[in-house]
Every structure is written in C-alpha cells, then in structure tokens.
C-alpha cells in the first residue's frame, strides 16, 4: 500500500466471521445442489421443484427503486413478488454463470439480458441472487443487481 492510498480499516470496523468455517460443508454443498437440481428443472419448464425449495416464511427482497421492489414476507408474497418482477418484462434471458455455496447461504450468478415490457428499452446486467437456508428450506432470497438504478430506468415509461 502506498502513503497515499486510504486505509480502509480508519474508517470501519472490520469483522471476519467466516474465519473458523470450513471451506467445504456438507450441509453448504447440499444446499447447492438443491438450487442446481431445481434450476435444471425449471429450464426443462418444471418450476415446481424451485417453489418447493422455499419455507413457508421466506421473505425475497429486491431493490427499492424497481417496481416490484421491497420485502415480500411469506412464500405467496414471494410467488406474487416473482410474478409482478416477470410481468414488467417481455424477454428476459439468464445465463446462470455460477453457483457458490458457503454455510447456509448458496449465490447464484448470473447475467441478464431483457427488454422492458411497457417500454421496450433494453439491458443487461450481472445479477448475484443470495439464497440463505435453513434445515434445508430457502429462508432469505435476495437479488443483488450490479446497477438496479439501469434496470429502474428501462422500466420507468
């Protein structure tokens, strides 16, 4: 590190909580191979395995600036969620890159290309989805957008 360059640690307390955790778990690469299994399926035009991976009190978050975006508590607000992300877009295609899995929690990366619904304005952006599990049931999921203010604008008329 040069004299110039800022040292990230004056200005935020740094807590490494994944120290101790093994590189590889069972439970982690289990959890992994559910998004996978179901992923499959679902290209095959079976999305009833993807559903079934979620606990009935999931709650899916997307960005706040979109549409669909904010908290969706339960798995019929999740599903309903989904369904009004789907809905404002005529063409989307994913291209899923990588799926990573650690402790309870699996990223799925990917990147996105679609066409607006209302608007036609295009995009394409690298999209990582967090799926945080327990007792083998999806808790948390979560859409982490590399720019949701460009996904905004392609939506707003």
Same mark, same amino acid.
């Given at each position: 590190?040069?004299?110039d360059?800022?040292?990230?640690?004056?200005?935020?307390s740094?807590?490494l909580?994944?120290?101790?955790?093994?590189?590889?778990?069972?439970?982690?690469?289990?959890?992994?191979q559910? &998004?996978?299994?179901?992923?499959?399926?679902?290209?095959?035009?079976? #999305?009833d *395995?993807?559903w079934? $991976? =979620?606990?009935?009190?999931v709650?899916?978050y997307?960005a706040?600036?979109?549409?669909y975006?904010?908290?969706h508590?339960?798995?019929e607000a999740?599903?309903?969620g989904?369904?009004?992300l789907?809905?404002?877009?005529?063409?989307m295609h994913s291209?899923?890159e990588?799926?990573?899995a650690?402790?309870d929690i699996?990223i799925?990366?990917?990147? &996105?290309?679609?066409?607006?619904?209302k608007?036609?304005?295009?995009? #394409?952006? *690298?999209?990582?989805? $967090? =799926?945080?599990?327990?007792?083998?049931k999806?808790?948390?999921?979560?859409?982490h957008?590399?720019d949701?203010?460009?996904?905004a604008e392609?939506?707003?008329?």
């Amino acid at each position: 590190m040069t004299e110039d360059a800022p040292n990230p640690t004056d200005s935020q307390s740094i807590v490494l909580d994944y120290q101790g955790h093994p590189a590889f778990d069972e439970s982690a690469q289990a959890n992994r191979q559910a &998004i996978i299994d179901a992923l499959e399926l679902m290209a095959a035009g079976d #999305a009833d *395995p993807f559903w079934s $991976l =979620f606990d009935p009190d999931v709650t899916f978050y997307e960005a706040s600036c979109l549409p669909y975006g904010g908290a969706h508590k339960g798995l019929e607000a999740t599903q309903k969620g989904f369904a009004h992300l789907s809905e404002q877009f005529s063409k989307m295609h994913s291209e899923f890159e990588a799926v990573l899995a650690s402790r309870d929690i699996v990223i799925l990366y990917q990147h &996105i290309e679609f066409e607006a619904a209302k608007t036609g304005k295009t995009g #394409a952006i *690298p999209v990582a989805e $967090l =799926f945080r599990f327990k007792e083998g049931k999806v808790i948390e999921w979560r859409a982490h957008y590399f720019d949701a203010c460009l996904v905004a604008e392609a939506l707003r008329a």
